[in-house]
């Protein structure tokens, strides 16, 4: 997941350190970026954010001692994988079944669950999404999944 910030303008800034907190922030941060590798980009891209869930980001803009020159507010995402209907984090046979349920009218799915399902981007949950689930899960076309980070 690419986390993205607007440059902070000070003259002693050294660069930036990343905060992580899943799936809320009172359940604690974590910093993901190194103490001392500071991020003198505008953006870091977080690779341990994976499976469906709320992950809060906050930046802080550091000098060379570590004094904090300003720090942002938490900001949300949610990330999932395009096939995964049953938002468990893993495309697999159960979201093949919860789409054909669906199509046929066996079972609802919520707003993330039809984002999730959609594995074509068509903005339609069929068949299609069926078979390129399918495809997917047994390695046809593992470079088509899409993963999706909602803000």
């Given at each position: 997941m690419r986390v993205s910030w607007a440059v902070v303008e000070h003259p002693d800034l050294a660069g930036y350190v990343v905060f992580r907190a899943s799936p809320n922030p009172t359940t604690g941060w974590v910093q993901i970026t190194s103490d001392t590798e500071l991020i003198t980009d505008t953006f870091f891209l977080d690779t341990g954010a994976v499976g469906f869930y709320s992950f809060?980001?906050?930046?802080?803009?550091?000098?060379?001692p570590g004094n904090i020159l300003q720090q942002s507010d938490p900001k949300c995402t949610i990330h999932y994988c395009h096939g995964d209907a049953d938002l468990s984090g893993v495309v697999d046979v159960s979201d093949v079944v919860t789409m054909q349920r669906f199509i046929l009218g066996m079972?609802?799915?919520?707003?993330?669950?039809?984002?999730?399902?959609?594995?074509?981007?068509?903005?339609?949950?069929?068949?299609?999404?069926?078979?390129?689930?399918?495809?997917?899960?047994?390695?046809?076309?593992?470079?088509?999944?899409?993963?999706?980070?909602?803000?």
């Open positions: 809060w980001y906050m930046v802080i803009a550091v000098d060379e079972e609802e799915l919520d707003y993330q669950q039809r984002r999730a399902a959609d594995a074509n981007l068509d903005g339609v949950v069929d068949v299609s999404d069926v078979v390129q689930t399918q495809r997917f899960i047994i390695e046809l076309d593992a470079q088509e999944a899409h993963c999706l980070v909602a803000q």
